[in-house]
């Protein structure tokens, strides 16, 4: 049985053009003109681009005394109906047990996902046992470790640790990711404003300034170049943090940012809403900013110094938020965003003319396939490439309700938005998931694992360059050393 998209615009990183997409079994088979095929999809007045990849999902994730929302059935399901057909999970190991953690993430996701998924691996602590298991998750697909530098006494490392993991990674042809805040101010800051009586959800943005993000950004910098590792920053927020990658960018720093569409679309007035429930929905780390941020984060997309627009989709329900009714250091953090990312970015960026819809198809698929080192198997329209796409319609809009999400819990960060940019099919490998105005359910068990080999060592440029110029002992001659030494 073959499929062919007909009628549409292709639309990839690099350039837009006239096309059919035939597909035949889980794989893209030819692009052209006049293709056929056994079903024919009517791809007219659309754009036809690469599956949706989000790299930063945390579903069905114990934290903060509870645990996500969000299963890997309700959010895979949400996401291809999004026109996302890949997500990336990161997997939170109990103490050094990184083995364990990754089968328990991978049981879960094995039985319920509908999408395809991978994952990355959180370093919250430094032992023999992890540098031994670091070497096993490697070899069992996952190239990618989270390392936090906020959330202290949770899952916070310090700088040793972190140097350490970073070297490790660079000997591995790993990728280190941080989450870049300054734990030991936020905790700090998040007393003080408890002991002045501010307990409510504003007072989770006013501890975590941008200053907090900034610095973080350039710690985290500092050290991956001394282990001689690229480094990839998620949730950049705000232009203290941007200003830093960009700086390291343009120093030959391989240095990756990823904002997140809810910081693209929503401030820090969220907070300020005389409604509890509304505000403490939105709580989530780094916290949403002041709307200048969004001008540097949107020119970061344009112009190159920032890569990747994720959601970070971390879902708890209200009566979950409600666990810091009165302290709001216990309002769990995350908010959701999976389900909506391609249609908010398309009508954010794309209709107001910040992003083309190649760069569209860039920060939402192609850069982080190459990233993470599973492109073009995923992340590209191209004969041989995975069948992940989505027929997205430019004019097809909505306003996102909760009451009409996929998303299992029950707000939206979105609620009353008007978007434009809907999915009018999503295929993954091959297989129509979603068509609008179709009913599609969830097919648990039929996502697959995504497996992402470590970067050879003819990548690792940074790692040799850092070998290169060394610094070495001084050969002297015994004649010029002094007598008796
Ligand atoms: O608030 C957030 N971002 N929650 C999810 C965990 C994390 O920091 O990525
Ligand atoms: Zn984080
Ligand atoms: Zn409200
Ligand atoms: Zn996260």
Not at 118 to 128: A, P, V
Not at 245 to 265: N, T
Not at 336 to 365: H, I
Request: hydrophobic fraction near 40%.
């Amino acid at each position: 049985m073959s499929i062919v998209i007909k009628g549409g615009t292709v639309v990839a990183a690099d350039r837009s053009y006239e096309a059919d997409v035939l597909i035949e079994g889980e794989r893209i088979a030819a692009i052209g003109p006049y293709l056929s095929g056994d079903t024919v999809l009517d791809a007219a007045g659309t754009c036809v681009m690469p599956g949706g990849i989000d790299p930063h999902t945390h579903l069905e994730m114990p934290f903060m005394g509870t645990t996500t929302a969000e299963t890997w059935e309700s959010g895979t399901f949400a996401a291809l109906s999004g026109g996302t057909t890949m997500v990336v999970d990161f997997v939170i190991p109990e103490g050094d047990d990184l083995i364990g953690a990754l089968d328990a993430w991978e049981a879960r996701a094995k039985r319920q996902a509908s999408s395809d998924y991978s994952f990355h691996m959180c370093i919250t602590g430094w032992s023999e046992a992890t540098f031994d298991a670091m070497e096993l998750v490697v070899a069992r697909g996952v190239n990618s470790f989270k390392h936090f530098m906020a959330y202290k006494g949770a899952l916070m490392v310090d700088d040793d640790q972190m140097f350490a993991s970073f070297q490790r990674c660079a000997a591995l042809g790993a990728l280190p990711l941080v989450h870049a805040e300054n734990g030991d101010i936020v905790a700090a800051l998040q007393q003080k404003f408890l002991a002045e009586g501010i307990r409510g959800p504003e007072a989770h943005a006013y501890s975590r300034p941008p200053e907090v993000e900034g610095e973080a950004v350039n710690r985290a910098i500092m050290i991956a170049d001394a282990a001689g590792v690229p480094v990839y920053i998620v949730h950049v927020s705000c232009e203290q943090a941007h200003e830093a990658i960009r700086r390291a960018r343009q120093k030959g720093m391989r240095v990756y940012g990823e904002p997140l569409a809810q910081h693209l679309a929503l401030d820090e007035g969220e907070y300020a809403h005389p409604d509890w429930d509304h505000a403490a929905q939105r709580v989530m780390s780094p916290p949403f900013r002041d709307k200048l941020h969004q001008d540097s984060l949107w020119a970061g997309l344009s112009s190159g110094s920032l890569q990747v627009v994720a959601t970070d989709h971390c879902a708890f329900t209200t009566a979950q938020k409600r666990m810091g009714l009165t302290d709001f250091t216990k309002i769990p953090n995350g908010t959701g965003g999976l389900e909506d990312r391609l249609p908010v970015l398309w009508t954010k960026g794309v209709e107001t003319g910040r992003l083309t819809p190649n760069e569209f198809v860039a920060v939402t698929s192609t850069n982080i396939a190459r990233i993470l080192n599973i492109y073009p198997k995923k992340g590209a329209i191209a004969p041989g490439a995975d069948a992940d796409i989505v027929v997205l319609d430019p004019k097809a809009g909505k306003t996102i309700r909760a009451s009409a999400q996929k998303s299992a819990i029950d707000y939206n960060v979105f609620e009353g938005v008007e978007v434009r940019g809907l999915p009018r099919f999503t295929l993954s490998r091959g297989e129509v998931v979603y068509s609008a105005g179709g009913n599609a359910t969830p097919r648990p068990g039929r996502g697959r694992f995504v497996s992402r080999p470590a970067f050879p060592a003819a990548n690792r440029a940074l790692s040799t360059w850092k070998a290169l110029v060394a610094p070495r002992a001084v050969e002297r001659d015994p004649a010029h050393m002094p007598i008796g030494v």
